[in-house]
């Protein structure tokens, strides 16, 4: 009768969504290392479904994690690879 069970615990779908699962226990979270100096870690993100506003509707983000400095670049949606990091040098350099 204990194989049977198993086997219809094992098996079964509404059994396997509410059966608790053992979880290694957690652990402390190990913050990211602190930047030395400006220009180091720069984040880069893009604010999208914005109002179009002459053919630009997507914000290029970038902060700088060090100084905590923002900058922000209209562009669009259909920006490619090379255009984006064209942006970024015109930005940052």
Known sequence: MKE???HYVHTCVKCQNTKL?????????????????????????FMTCLLKWE???????????????AKFAPTQTNATTVGTTKLFFDMWV
């Open 55 to 69: 053919r630009m509707n997507v914000i290029f983000v970038m902060v700088d994690k060090f100084l905590k400095l």
């Open 4 to 6: 049977y069970i198993e």
């Open 21 to 45: 699962v053992q979880i290694k226990k957690f652990k402390l979270y190990k913050p990211l290392p602190i930047p030395s100096g400006p220009f180091e870690s720069v984040s880069m993100d």
